[in-house]
């Protein structure tokens, strides 16, 4: 039975479609009213307040917190100044992915690593013989993210500081009436955003403030549905979607290297040794496959749907079932996320593709079912983020 | 030749300036002059009282073509619509109705007026995006010339006829009556309540001097049913920004292909020599020299006012004499301290958010024509209202908010004549808040700023003739391969070298963007570019 997020005495209450799902042991909101498109803009044109507590949340600390955590990602935490964030990931001796998430320096001797598996285990394995201590705060902190442009002035608008200092990925203690909070400038809609950390007992308290003082700005709860489009516009991955936990699957062909999901980037290999190093270095050449962005061509849908006369049909919310992508008739890969984005009038997806076919500009087919019937339509590879607003990073 | 181009469009409305951008996009090199000091037209958005961004004239939109968002690639440049999902109708006996995106919802809503037009309602929804797929062909292409004998234009027409008469007998009939009837006798087949009928009716009298009860409005009811947003028929939806983005949104696409884009250049006339359009003066006496001149400016500026009528043959001078502009609304932009408080339903809500229709009956509608028929304003006039800054809070300050009241019936021939409008025009603002603020009991207190527009200042300000929205009124007399003029409704014109790109054009008004686009592509085709 899932839990109750400590937000659940005013997200239950203004859940009027009573569509909740359960995200890693939580309830979660799907969406709050009947109207996704009005959850989904209040994300790229106002603000938009989701949950998110139930990500794995653990706070590291002691005097080789920082070589633990060089040791177990792919980046190199020591480079990491107080009050940074780093997105990062993890993986195995064989160089797969285990797990993504965020990494915060806090102090000089703290950190917070959010996770979307149960990371517990896997820290405390890495842990022995370090001084370190480990505490799992995923039922202790509750989340909250206030994501959209006018994101700033709702939480300036509640909080003790203004947010001018606060660069994109980094975090910092503040608060919000008497209430501590950390505040850190990441999320995973893709627009400018922020998220709200705090005690969980007094979880209620910032809902309160924060959804009092976004009522000016246009603040709308917003739940997983709507972040869902949101992170695939972002051309954001979803571990268990898009690709798999090494360590959760016996399938060899589910298991991937960072640099098969666009993660190469995260992976610093001239460093001290972390857990894959070796295996990576081999990989970085040698992966067969890679994620990329798709884009569906819009007049070969709409042919596709006048053959059997009727209007383009697309489901109005974002896909994860996956889909096989063929190059003449040939499968070439999956796509494993997908949505029409309301905002680029696109129907975009995040696929994994042969290498051959995944310069951007090569054109496939991916499957549609149309009237019951298996057809295809043309698609091309394009170059991620969809979405990439200025105001993201912009100071 | 720095004042030497291959096409000079007048008027920086968004047809003109798709024109423009389909234009440019080929390869030509293109000016646009524009009288105001700013692109858009009636596209526009305004910040007439600081902090508040005024959707002045046209505030919502859906008819924007798809294939033209996406040839010009109007998302990159700034095009973003919000969703308007709901449709709330406040009754004068307290009671209201909201139809919105959920259909169970909807469907109890409805029943509380009537259980059978609760279960049609979905029925009349379907058939409507039916025949809005129907016509598709129609408003995406030339219109077909039924009495062309041209091998090509021949083809066309038995395709569309093919293509009609394809979908069975019913919809043939269908089609006859949406052409024929009044809007209230077609809602009326479906429904039987005139708690829906009323606000449904009102789609049929948007922009023309007639009344929902007139023969042909059932037309100019399908004609805002062709909306399409994401493929989904009848959608409408708010541009972020205001509906001025669009047109900005198109000025950039336009620019990015190599489109120059000059404001307050307002033309006097069009230069003629040897029968041929050759360029245009503007007042201030500058000259542009071009191949070809379009014309983004309805049917009589364009050719009684820009081309004057000693270039043209006096048959078609009468044509462009009688077409019918008769602006029939106005408009009221309102600043507000904070949200509007409904009497029948208090406090913020979903409602606030979508459409909120004035039309409290049949009869309601009726007396408001009866007024404009006799040339008066209407004394409880229809309106359509909509508050954009609950969806975009870019347009007005935090907690504030902007309020868009669409006013009919606001004749331009007014008893006293035209001319004596800016007389009544603030009693015609009172009119209009006085009538809401029987549903919105707080209205007076909370209005910060505002700002009226009557026919007369749609014509002055904005270069409607007549004030009418849709460069001529939507009748079937003046549609299809009769707009502007039989003959005449291919975009190209009497004058050679001057082109119409209008909504005076086919299809028709409405931000569609279809008669600059096809506009373009004719003059791209005749010139084998």
């Known amino acids: 039975m899932p839990l109750e997020s400590p937000f659940h005495p005013r997200t239950s209450r203004i859940c009027t479609s009573h569509s909740w799902k359960d995200w890693a042991g ?27 507590t139930p990500l794995f949340k653990y706070d590291i600390s002691g005097p080789q917190a920082e070589t633990l955590l060089s040791r177990m990602t792919v980046r190199d935490v020591k480079k990491m100044k107080v009050g940074r964030v780093a997105y990062t990931c993890w993986c195995d001796d064989r160089g797969m992915v285990v797990d993504d998430g965020t990494v915060s320096r806090l102090d000089e001797n703290t950190y917070r690593l959010t996770a979307a598996d149960p990371t517990h285990h896997w820290l405390t394995r890495l842990a022995a013989r370090y001084k370190v201590e480990i505490v799992d705060v995923t039922e202790k902190i509750a989340a909250l993210a206030v994501q959209g442009p006018t994101s700033r002035n709702v939480l300036e608008s509640c909080l003790d500081h203004d947010l001018s200092g606060l660069k994109f990925f980094q975090t910092m203690p503040a608060k919000i009436g008497q209430v501590d909070v950390w505040v850190s400038r990441t999320g995973y809609t893709g627009d400018l955003g922020y998220e709200v950390w705090v005690a ?87 992966s067969k496959r ?8 819009w007049e070969d849908l709409e042919a596709l749907y006048d053959s059997v006369d ?49 310069q951007p500009g090569q054109t496939v087919e991916v499957e549609h079912t149309v009237e019951f019937e298996r057809r295809t339509v043309a698609a091309k590879v394009v170059k991620m983020p969809f979405f990439d607003p200025e105001r993201k990073r912009k100071p | 030749m720095a004042n030497q181009y291959d096409a000079i469009v007048i008027g920086a409305g968004h047809n003109g300036l798709c024109c423009a951008a389909y234009l440019a996009k080929a390869g030509q090199k293109v000016l646009v002059l524009e009288r105001r000091h700013i692109v858009g037209g009636v596209t526009t958005t ?91 062909p129609i408003i995406d292409a030339p219109t077909p010339l039924p009495t062309s004998i041209n091998p090509k234009d021949l083809l066309q027409t038995l395709r569309l006829g093919r293509h009609i008469t394809g979908q069975g007998a019913d919809w043939m009939t269908g089609l006859l009556k949406l052409g024929t009837a009044s809007a209230v006798d077609l809602l009326s087949e479906w429904f039987e309540s005139d708690y829906l009928i009323g606000p449904m009716s009102v789609s049929g009298i948007i922009g023309t001097h007639l009344g929902v009860r007139s023969p042909g409005t ?13 493929g989904s028929y009848r959608a409408w939806g708010l541009p972020k920004g205001g509906t001025g983005a669009i047109a900005l949104a198109i000025a950039r696409s336009a620019e990015s292909f190599g ?59 009468d044509q462009i004499e009688r077409f019918k502009m008769r602006g029939s609304s106005g408009k009221v932009n309102l600043a507000l301290d904070r949200l509007p408080d409904f009497a029948c339903l208090p406090g913020d809500g979903p409602h606030l958010r979508g459409d909120i229709t004035i039309a409290p009956g049949v009869a309601y509608l009726e007396r408001a024509y009866d007024d404009s028929k006799y040339g008066r304003y209407s004394r409880q006039p229809f309106m359509d209202v909509v508050i954009p800054s609950l969806s975009d809070p870019t347009v007005a300050p935090p907690g504030k908010h902007v309020m868009s009241i669409f006013v009919q019936y606001a004749p331009y021939h007014i008893a006293e004549g035209p001319e004596n409008w800016p007389q009544q025009k603030e009693a015609f603002g009172d009119t209009v808040i006085d009538t809401l603020s029987e549903y919105i009991p707080n209205l007076k207190d909370i209005i910060l700023h505002r700002y009226v527009l009557t026919p007369w200042d749609l014509e002055q300000e904005y270069g409607l003739t ?64």
């Open chain 2, 46 to 136: 305004e910040e007439i009282y600081p902090g508040f961004k005024y959707s002045s004239c046209s505030y919502v939109s859906s008819l924007l073509r798809p294939w033209i968002i996406r040839d010009l690639d109007l998302p990159k440049h700034g095009y973003e619509i919000l969703p308007l999902e709901s449709t709330f109708t406040p009754f004068p006996d307290g009671r209201y109705l909201l139809r919105d995106a959920d259909a169970e919802k909807t469907r109890r809503a409805v029943s509380a007026f009537s259980q059978r037009d609760a279960e049609t309602y979905p029925q009349f929804g379907q058939a409507m995006s039916e025949l809005g797929r129907m016509v598709k």
């Open chain 1, 200 to 286: 969980a007992d007094q979880a209620v308290q910032i809902w309160d403030a924060i959804f009092n003082a976004g009522r000016a700005h246009g603040i709308q709860p917003t739940g997983l549905d709507a972040l869902d489009i949101s992170r695939i516009e972002a051309g954001f991955i979803l571990q268990g979607i898009d690709y798999f936990n090494c360590l959760r699957t016996q399938i060899e062909s589910r298991k991937t290297t960072p640099f098969e999901i666009g993660l190469g980037w995260l992976v610093d290999l001239d460093r001290d040794p972390f857990i894959g190093q070796e295996a990576l270095r081999k990989a970085a050449d040698a």
């Open chain 1, 26 to 52: 939580f309830l979660a909101v799907c969406r709050y009213g009947c109207s996704l498109d009005s959850e989904y803009f209040a994300i790229r044109e106002s603000a938009a307040l989701i949950d998110v």
């Open chain 2, 218 to 230: 059932a037309y100019v009811l399908l004609h805002h049913y062709m909306g399409e947003i994401d």
């Open chain 2, 466 to 529: 007549e004030g009418n929205i849709f460069h001529g009124e939507l009748s079937l007399e003046q549609l299809g391969f009769l707009r502007p003029a039989a003959g005449w409704a291919r975009y190209r014109t009497p004058l050679k070298d001057l082109w119409l790109c209008g909504s005076g054009a086919h299809p028709g008004g409405g931000i569609m963007g279809s008669p600059g686009a096809l506009c373009a592509k004719a003059i791209l085709e005749e010139r084998s570019l």
């Open chain 2, 259 to 317: 489109a120059t884009v000059k404001t307050a250049a307002p033309v006097s006339r069009v230069l003629v020599k040897n029968g041929r359009a050759t360029g245009v003066v503007l007042e201030n006496g500058d000259q542009f020299d071009a191949r070809i001149v379009v014309s983004g400016a309805d049917p009589q500026r364009t050719f009684l006012g820009f081309v004057g009528k000693e270039h043209l043959e006096s048959d078609f001078v």
């Open chain 1, 310 to 358: 009727q209007p383009p049909q697309l489901p109005a919310q974002a896909s994860r079932s996956s889909i096989p992508v063929y190059r003449e008739r040939r499968q070439v890969g999956r796509v494993s996320s997908h949505t029409w984005s309301p905002l680029l009038k696109k129907s975009i997806g995040l696929a994994t593709l042969e290498k051959d076919f995944c």
């Open chain 1, 290 to 297: 890679q994620l990329v962005g798709i884009e569906v061509n």
